[in-house]
T-cell receptor
Framework: DTGVSQDPRHKITKRGQNVTFRCDPI?????LYWYRQTLGQGPEFLTY????????KSRLLSDRFSAERPKGSFSTLEIQRTEQGDSAMYLC?????????????FGQGTRLTVV | DQQVKQNSPSLSVQEGRISILNCDYT??????FLWYKKYPAEGPTFLIS?????DKNEDGRFTVFLNKSAKHLSLHIVPSQPGDSAVYFC???????????FGTGTSLTVIP
């Protein structure tokens, strides 16, 4: 296992279009997180899954955003009707949570540019 | 509401010297703290972590210190190397463990 994988690495889209990103976590990890990062800021939490269950969503996650993790393996993040303010780096992370906190490992990110 | 704060946006250090990066937090429920290193256009890379039951954790050139009473942690890099030049983020998570909270980062430049 080579770590968390995200696809695509870069995406340029026109305002109003829909985009979908994919994340493949480390295989034995049960938690999967989506974060967003803009220039000069730290990563901001969007949502997380425990296995296939989406347990928490940030208020940053408007109704244009939806995330899924079918079968508790890979996850997708879809943004509908993209806006220029959606331009950011979208980061996926995974961790193995067995009752105690452990580190989360991040993927390389997907850089979204909305023009 | 920024629960994890890194008040120094940037730091420059000579190669071979010590780099000290600082982080403060406000939430007393945080019980696990992490440092990540990030290069441009890449995702954060995990460096080192510390549980609230400890006050120090060391891994090679990297040492993290935790002062719970002051709600402060720091990352020491000794000796600093040019390859350490990157943005460093501290992060924290509470014992309910549903999300990691990140600071805004400190950009470290190690001068050869």
């Amino acid at each position: 296992d080579t770590g968390v994988s995200q696809d695509p690495r870069h995406k340029i889209t026109k305002r109003g279009q829909n985009v979908t990103f994919r994340c493949d976590p480390i295989s034995e990890h049960n938690r999967l997180y989506w974060y967003r990062q803009t220039l000069g800021q730290g990563p901001e939490f969007l949502t997380y899954f425990q296995n296939e269950a989406q347990l928490e969503k940030s208020r940053l996650l408007s109704d244009r955003f939806s995330a899924e993790r079918p079968k508790g393996s890979f996850s997708t993040l879809e943004i509908q009707r993209t806006e220029q303010g959606d331009s950011a780096m979208y980061l996926c992370a995974s961790s193995l949570h067995t009752g105690f906190n452990t580190e989360a490992f991040f993927g390389q990110g997907t850089r979204l540019t909305v023009v | 509401d920024q629960q994890v704060k890194q008040n120094s946006p940037s730091l420059s250090v000579q190669e071979g010297r010590i780099s000290i990066l600082n982080c403060d937090y406000t939430n007393s429920m945080f019980d696990y703290f992490l440092w990540y290193k990030k290069y441009p256009a890449e995702g954060p890379t995990f460096l080192i972590s510390i549980s609230s039951i400890k006050d120090k954790n060391e891994d090679g050139r990297f040492t993290v210190f935790l002062n719970k009473s002051a709600k402060h942690l720091s990352l020491h890099i000794v000796p600093s190397q040019p390859g350490d030049s990157a943005v460093y983020f501290c992060a924290a998570i509470s014992n309910t463990g549903n999300q990691f909270y990140f600071g805004t980062g400190t950009s470290l430049t190690v001068i050869p």
